[in-house]
């Protein structure tokens, strides 16, 4: 079984930046991405990329958000500037077969953005 470790979260101030990290121990040979879910809000797609580099990032998102991912590592990165309130939420690291189904997911990484 795959398993997938995010670290990188905690307390980030309104504006500054965010910096998660998630391994994936096994092997994910479709994308790797991240997801997240506010308190009484729908988990929401945030980022995923392909092991070739294809990337897709939520619109909501896009200007302020980025994903990598380093195969030689096993790892996905997400990074992001300029953070806000509304991102405040419980980011969880995801990982799918080549034919989209879903082999793990990350136990989840509170971030929240605060003054």
């Known amino acids: 079984q795959v398993q997938l470790v995010e670290s990188g979260g905690g307390s980030v101030q309104p504006g500054g930046p965010l910096n998660l990290s998630c391994v994936a121990i096994g092997n994910v040979d479709g994308v790797m991405g991240w997801y997240r879910q506010a308190p009484g809000k729908q988990r929401e797609f945030v980022a995923q990329i392909s092991r070739a580099g294809t990337r897709r990032i939520a619109d909501s998102v896009k200007d302020r958000f980025t994903i990598s991912r380093d195969n030689a590592k096993n790892t996905v990165y997400l990074r992001a500037n300029g953070l806000k309130l509304e991102d405040t939420a419980v980011y969880y690291c995801?990982?799918?077969?080549?034919?989209?189904?879903?082999?793990?997911w990350g136990q989840g990484i509170q971030v929240t953005v605060s003054s």
């Open positions: 995801n990982g799918k077969s080549q034919l989209g189904n879903d082999l793990a």
